[in-house]
C-alpha cells in the first residue's frame, strides 16, 4: 500500500518506508519551509489514521526558521512572523498536540532574511538579513536593527554583496555565519560561488575555514560544527582546528535547512533552479557522473554512519527548500493562517494581568 500523501492536487508527499516510524519514535515533529511556493508545512504524525499528519499555511517567500521556547519564528517577503503555542502541555485539540498562532508579524521590509534563531536572554530573535550582510535583531522605531557585519564590510547598505546567510548558535549566543563570498562589492559573491564560501567566527571576526561551494546552514549541536556546501551537495563537519570541511555523505540536489533530531541531521534539499545563482556548479558536475536528476526532500543523516537513512520525498508544486526545524516534544502541530476563520475564535487571555 502506497504511503503518499496528497496534500493538494498539485502537491505528493512520499515518505520513504520507515520515516514515519522514525518520526513516531524521536516524539518530535518537523517544520519545513518553500520561498518558490510560499509555504510552511508542519509534518507530524496522526495515529488514529495511521499516517502523517500534514499541516502547510501560506506566507510569501517563507524562508528562515526559529524555534525558541515553545514559539516558531518564520521569516516572509517582508514580515517576520512570531507564532506563539497556545496549547498547554497534555492539551490536545481536535488530535493536535500544539496550535501554533501567528500572534505578530513585524514589517522590516523586503530584506531578504535568511536564517533566524531565538537569542538566549533576548525577547526578539536574531536573524540574517543578507541584502545588508549583516545579523540584525528587531527594533521597535525601525525595520531592524544591525548588530554585526564582517570586517570585510565597510557599511550596512542594500547591496547583497557577500550573501551572508547562516548563523549557528552556540550555548544560546551566535557564534558562526556564512559566507557565499568575501566581497565588499554588491553581488560580488556571484563569482565566488564554486569555492569562496567562508565560515566565520563571530567573536573574533577570523575565517575558521575557507575554499566552500555556496555554504548554508551553519548548525552547532554535540561540540560539532556542521553545514552543506550547496554548491557541492555535501553535508558534513568544520575541523574548527584545521579548517577544513570534512564530508560525511553527498545529497541528490541544493542543500539548505539542517536540524537535528538526537543523532540524525534533518537537512533540506531542492531541485536547483537553472539560473545563474545556480549554474555551474560542482553539484551539477556530480550529478551528471552519477546519472541522477534532483531531487526536492528531506534527508534525515545518521551522524554517526553519513547514511540517509529515511527521506520525506516532496513532488509537484513544490521544488525548492530553504530551511528545516525540529518542533521538540511535539508529536501532530497545526498552525493558523489568514485564509480561514479559525483565527478568529482561537483565542487564549493572559492568565494574569496588572491591576490598575
Known amino acids: ?44 504524525n496522526d495515529p488514529e489514521a495511521g499516517k502523517l499528519s500534514v499541516v ?25 512572523w512570531r507564532f506563539e503555542n497556545f496549547l498547554e502541555p497534555g492539551q ?10 501567528p500572534v505578530e508579524g513585524r514589517t ?25 550582510n549583516c545579523l540584525a535583531t528587531l527594533d521597535q522605531e525601525n525595520s531592524f536593527a544591525p548588530v554585526w557585519k564582517p570586517s570585510f564590510i565597510d557599511r550596512i547598505a542594500a547591496e547583497d554583496r557577500c550573501h551572508l546567510n547562516g548563523l549557528a548558535m552556540k550555548d544560546g549566543a551566535p557564534a558562526y555565519v556564512t559566507c557565499v563570498g568575501q566581497t565588499n562589492v554588491s553581488g560580488g559573491w556571484r563569482e565566488h560561488r564554486r569555492a569562496g564560501g567562508i565560515v566565520l567566527d563571530i567573536a ?54 539542517v536540524s537535528f533530531v538526537g543523532h540524525h541531521a534533518v537537512i533540506g534539499v531542492s531541485r536547483p533552479r537553472t539560473d545563474r545563482a545556480f549554474e555551474g556548479l560542482a553539484l551539477d558536475d556530480r550529478l551528471n557522473a552519477e546519472g541522477l536528476s534532483p531531487r526536492c526532500h528531506l534527508a534525515i543523516v545518521n551522524l554517526n554512519t553519513g547514511d540517509v537513512e529515511h ?38 487571555p493572559a492568565i494574569s494581568s496588572t491591576p490598575l
Open 108 to 132: 522590516t521590509g523586503d530584506v531578504d532574511i535568511h536564517d533566524v534563531h531565538g537569542w538566549q536572554g533576548h525577547d526578539a530573535p536574531i536573524f540574517v538579513v543578507t541584502r545588508f
Open 56 to 80: 502547510e499555511r501560506s506566507f510569501p517567500r517563507c524562508m528562515g526558521l526559529g524555534v525558541s521556547e515553545g514559539r516558531l519564528w518564520l521569516a516572509s517577503l517582508y514580515q517576520l
Open 311 to 348: 527521506s520525506l520525498e516532496i513532488d509537484g508544486v513544490v521544488q525548492e527548500l530553504y530551511d528545516v526545524a525540529v518542533l521538540p516534544g511535539i508529536r501532530r502541530p497545526l498552525a493558523l493562517g489568514f485564509k480561514t476563520d479559525e483565527i478568529r475564535f482561537m483565542i487564549r
Open 204 to 257: 573574533t571576526g577570523e575565517i575558521v575555514a575557507g575554499g566552500l561551494s555556496m555554504p548554508h546552514s551553519p548548525r552547532w549541536h554535540d561540540g560539532s560544527l556542521y553545514l552543506v556546501q550547496s554548491g557541492t551537495g555535501e553535508f558534513g563537519r568544520v575541523d574548527l582546528e584545521s579548517g577544513r570541511f570534512e564530508p560525511m555523505c553527498f545529497l541528490p540536489g541544493f542543500a539548505r535547512g
Open 92 to 101: 490536545t485539540q481536535d488530535g493536535y498536540d500544539a496550535v501554533y498562532v
Open 1 to 44: 500500500m502506497s504511503d503518499t500523501i496528497a496534500s493538494t492536487p498539485q502537491l505528493a508527499l512520499h515518505p520513504s518506508r520507515m520515516f514515519r516510524a522514525w518520526l513516531a519514535g524521536t516524539e518530535t515533529s518537523l517544520a519545513f519551509t518553500t520561498y518558490q511556493a510560499g509555504k510552511i508545512f508542519l509534518i507530524g
